[in-house]
C-alpha cells in the first residue's frame, strides 16, 4: 500500500474514531455503519481525483460535487431536476429537514431516537462534514497535525453533551485515531527520504529498521501523553475528575434506558401560531354531558420548572397509560363539585403532535397506538414515533367547579409541592415581587391574591394584548413586560405565575389550547390561532386551578368572578376570538407551541418518544439509507461567506462613531447602507433613483411594517436627507437602535423562506461581486493605460 493510500485510510479511521463519540447520544447505534459507508465514498472519491492526479482545489470539489449528487439522488430525488440536480425545490426540501433536524435536537435528551429523520441528517451530515475537512487537511494538503481541528470539533460536541461516565473511553478512542493519522503521515515522510543510515539492517518485511525507530519513539510518546490526559485531572478538584469522571453532567441524564425529551423557550413558536394569517383547523372536538363549551380549553403540556429566563417543564418518569380510570388529581378533595363528560377529539391530518391534547382534568383516555402516561401533569406521550396526526380519540375529563368560599379557605399546600412550585431563581428582578405585593396589598388569602393578579393584567393594570411583540429573553424579560405593559398570553401567563410564586402561592403554566369556535352542526373547531398559555395555581383541596390573566382571550373563570352584576370583569362565557383571516401558509404542528416544551425525567419506564413529524414516504430504499446523510453535505456546504460578510459588515455598519461631525456624517450614511441593504436581504430590492425619504416609503409599505417600526424607518431616512442636503446636519441618536428595530419588523413579517434566505444567502451580497468586477475593470483600464508606453521603440521620444 503506497504512503498516500494508508493516509487516506487513516484520516478515514479517524474521522470514524472520532464520531464514535456520539454513539451514546443517539439509539440505536447501527448510524455508525452508515457513517462509515459514506466516508469511504467520500474518501474513495478524493483518492481517485488524487491519483489522476488533479488539483488540489478540484480534488475538494470533486468530492463535494459527488457527495451533494449522491445525497440529491438519495434524499431529495423528489424534489431534483431528473432525480439528480438540486434545485430550488430539493433546496427547500433541505432547508425544512434542517429546520425538523435543528428542532429535534432542542426537544430530546440523550439518548435521542435516530428514528427522527431531521437527527439523522444532523448527525450523518456533520460526520461527513468533518470527514471532508480531515482528509482535505491530511491528506490533499499534506498537513495532519491541523486536521485534529476538526477532530477535537467532533470529539467535543459528543463530549459536551454526554451524560455517561465511559466519557475516558471515547476520548481514547478519538485521541488513538488522531495519533495514528500522526504516525501515518511520519511514516510516509520517512519513507521518502530512503535509507536513515546506509548499513542500517533491514528487518524481515523489507523496510530499514532506523526508519522505525522515529516511529516507534512517537507511539510511545502518544501513549504518554493519552495517559497524562486521562490520570492528571483526576488530582485537580477544579475540573471536576477529569475525563474519568463518571457523574453526568449532561441533560436527560438517568438511569433507564433513555425517553427524556429536553424542552426550550416556546415563545417563539407559540407567537408564530398566534400570527398566521389563516386560522388553519387542528383539532375538531365534540363532547357529551358537557354543554357549555365556553371553557373547554385543551391542554397539552404544564411547565413548572422557571430558571429566570423561561418556563419549562421538569424532568418527569413516563410509565404506561393506566386502564380505565386515571388517578384522582393531586389535591382535589371530595368536598369539591365535579362532573365527568367525555370529549372525542380529532387531529388534522397534518397536525402531527406527539403530546396528547386534552381536557384537564383527565380521567381516563380510550386511543389506539403507542402512548406513555405522565403522572405528574397527567398527560400522555408518544412513544416509538407515535403521533396525533389524523387521529381521533375519546378523553373522559372532570369539570371540576370550586367556589370562591373554598378556595379562599383551602388549607396550607403540602410542603413538597410548596417547595417545588414556589421556587424562584436568584437572578429573578426584585421588580416582580415588588409589583406583587403592591397588586395584592389588601387580600387576606392566597385566593383573593391571586384573583387581583388576574385582575390586574386583564383589567385594570392597562396591559395589551399584542402578538407582534419581540419575544424577550434573560432574567429581564419579566421587568421589560411589566413595564412595557404588551405581550401575549405567554407574557402574561410566565409574569403572573412568577408573581404567584413570589407571593409564595404555589403556580404553574399550561401550554395548550383556548376554547375553539362552535360549529353549526354542534362540533367546536380549534384553530392555530388558538393556542395559548395560561397560569394554573395549586389550592389544597382542589388542586390545580386555571386562572385566566391574558385579556381578550380564553375565557375568566367563573370561581374569580365577582359576584356583584356590574363586575368589570369580562364575560366568562366568551370564549377567545379568532384574529385575522387574511390567506398564508400555516405551519405545521411540530412548529406549533409545544414542539420545543418536551422534558421528561431520564430514567422513564421505556424508550423515548420518536419525532412528531414524519416524512411522506412510506421511508426510503434501502441504498437511500446508506446514502440518506450525504444530502446534509449539500445543506452545509451551502456557502457560510455571504453570512459572516452580512455579520461583519453590519458590525461595521452600526458600531459606534466618532466624536466629529464627519463621522457621525459617514456613520449616518453607513446605518442608512445597512438598513436598504437588510430590506433587500428580506426581498425588497433597492431602488437608487429614489430619496432616503422615497425608499424609507417603499420599505415600509412592501415590508408591511407597523407604525413604530416604521417611524424608525423614516427617522434613519431623515437623518441620511440632513448629512446630503442640510448646511449643518442637525445630530441623530438611536439611529442603530432604529436599524435594530426595522430588523425585527422584516423578520416578523417576512415567510420563513425569506428569513432562511435572508441569513444564509443574503441577496445584498451580490455589492462583493460588484466590488471586485469594479476592482478588475479598474486594473485592466490602468494596464490599457500603459501599453502605449510599453510598445513604442526605444528611440522615440512623446
Known sequence: MSGRARLTLCAWAAT??????????????SWILQAAFLLAVQSGVGAAARRVPLARVLTVAAQSVVTVLLLTLAFARRQALFGLIPGPDALRHFADLLQQGADDIARYAI??????????????????????????????????APAGLPLLALYSVAAGLSDGGADWLWFLVAAGGYLMLLLAEGRERLSQWGRVFGGAPRTPG????????????????????????????????????????????GVGSGTGGGGTISAVNPLVSLRDSLNVDQDRQVLTLRTKNNNDV????????????????TWKPSKRRIEPVPDGQFPTPVGLGPAVKRDQYETTITAADWYAQDWLPMPYPPSGVTIQGNWRYE????????????????????VRSLDVQPTPEQLASAPKPPPAIEREYTQLPDSLPPVVGRTARQVTEGATNPYDKAVK?????????????????????????????????????????????AMARELGIPARVAVGFAPGTPQGDGSVAVGLRDAHAWPELYFEGVGWTRFEPTPTRGSIPSYTVPDSPGGSLPNPAQPSQSASQAPSAAPSAS???????????????????????????????????????????????????????RLRTRAVRLGAHGRTDADAAVHTLAVWQELTDTAWDFGIAPDESLTPRKAADRIVRLGDLDAVTAASVHRVADAVEQVLYAPRPRPAAGLTEDVHRATAGLRTTAGRAARLRAVLAPRSTVRVVWTASAWWSGIRERALALRPRWTRPSGQRG
Open 375 to 394: 403522572p405528574v401533569g397527567m398527560t400522555l406521550v408518544g412513544d416509538h414515533g407515535q403521533n396525533t396526526r389524523g387521529l381521533t380519540y375519546q
Open 111 to 144: 439518548p435521542a431516537p435516530l428514528s427522527s429523520d431531521g437527527i439523522r441528517l444532523m448527525l450523518l451530515g456533520g460526520v461527513l462534514v468533518i470527514g471532508l475537512l480531515v482528509d482535505t487537511l491530511a491528506v490533499t494538503l499534506r498537513t495532519a
Open 294 to 309: 365556553s371553557d373547554l380549553y385543551i391542554r397539552i403540556v404544564s411547565l413548572d420548572d422557571f430558571d429566570g429566563t
Open 206 to 249: 523489507g523496510e530499514p529498521s532506523g526508519a522505525l525507530a522515529p516511529v516507534r519513539t512517537g507511539r510511545r510518546i502518544g501513549v504518554v501523553a493519552l495517559g497524562i490526559a486521562l490520570v492528571v485531572p483526576l488530582g485537580l478538584p477544579a475540573m471536576h475528575g477529569g475525563l474519568l469522571d463518571a457523574a453526568g453532567r
Open 16 to 29: 470514524l474514531m472520532a464520531a464514535s463519540a456520539l454513539l451514546p447520544l443517539v439509539e440505536p447505534a
Open 453 to 497: 393578579l388576574q385582575d390586574y393584567f386583564a383589567v385594570t393594570g392597562g396591559f395589551q394584548y399584542d402578538t407582534r411583540v419581540e419575544v424577550g429573553s434573560g432574567s429581564e424579560g419579566i421587568a421589560r413586560f411589566l413595564r412595557d405593559k404588551q405581550g401575549f398570553c405567554v407574557h402574561f401567563s410566565f409574569a403572573m405565575a
Open 591 to 645: 412548529e406549533s407551541c409545544t414542539v420545543e416544551q418536551r422534558k421528561l425525567d431520564g430514567g422513564c419506564a421505556g424508550e423515548s418518544p420518536q419525532a412528531a413529524l414524519s416524512t411522506d414516504d412510506d421511508g426510503p430504499e434501502w441504498y437511500a439509507l446508506l446514502l440518506w446523510v450525504l444530502g446534509g453535505l449539500a445543506v452545509l456546504l451551502v456557502p457560510l461567506a455571504p453570512m459572516l460578510w
